[in-house]
């Protein structure tokens, strides 16, 4: 029996993207394309589908063949509509794109879309550093936070698919203002941004982790002691949200874990300090193994299930005597 096998597309604020992804996670072949900010050549969804056609041209793809494609999108994701909601996240003039709709016109496959921590989440717990784990806490440092939440291995989306929005679990009542309209969200002290932010402040040339973790691992004390502050401000939010979803594996993703003695063993140790004792009992805290895959594979992943719980919903019920 053949593989089936899927496009996996995963939008950035930078970049789109797309992969030809099996039903095992593999990902076959993958190709990056810039997006255009200023939307004045092309908007997102354009190059979306110029990306798609571009990959199946160069790689002999037979798109009508495929089992549909599964995307990636930051911002929150009204995943019963299939559409992008009015926030948009970073990418240019995408608030309230109805990406399914679009993708489905033009291919005439099943779509899905979901927001991109999740589709981290759903990959490393399919394929990734948390395979074979029911309940997971996936946690994305970047210029903002993002994340998702498995439970009892079911990705948890809430009544419009919106769950799972980490960046803005409030850790700071009446803080600095974020531009999600709230005060004191998680992402305004844990991103790496934050980080950034905090270190421009101390020396006008640590204007990128990179430069700040570089310090750091020079034994710069400030570099050290900035990155301490900023690791308890990470633990503090993942410690709270283990005590609301007692998670067995805590997955931290983004560029800035590959810093394993400076950023997960220390908001390891910190986290099952911060934690009631009972909550630390078999909990993992580790990094997150996919890196740029897991958006494309995770969206498939996404697919996959949703195509599933369609085809159960649509079995016709059997009455009667067997």
Known sequence: MAVRRYLGVDIGGTAVKVGLVDEEGVVIV???????????KENVMQTVTRSMRELAITNDINISSLFGIGVSAPGSIDMVSGAVAKSGGNVPNFGGTKVCKILEDEFALPVSVANDGNCVALAEAWIGAAKGSRDVLCVVLGTGIGGGIISGGNLIQGCKGYAGEIGHFLTHAGGRDCACGGKGCFEKYAATSALVREGSEIKEEWTSGRIIFAEANAENEEALALIDRWTDEVAFGIAGLVHIFNPEV?????????????????????????????????????????????????????????????????????????
């Open 30 to 40: 993958k190709s990056e394309t810039e997006i255009d900010r200023s939307c004045k």
């Open 250 to 322: 805590v997955l931290i993703g983004g560029g800035v874990s590959a810093q394993e003695s400076l950023v997960i063993l220390p908001i390891r140790r910190k986290v099952n300090e911060l934690i009631m004792e009972d909550f630390t009992e078999n909990l993992v805290v580790k990094r997150a193994s996919l890196g740029n895959d897991a958006g494309m594979v995770g969206a498939v992943k996404h697919l996959m299930d949703e195509q599933i719980v369609r085809t159960v919903e649509t079995q016709p019920i059997l009455t009667g005597d067997l």
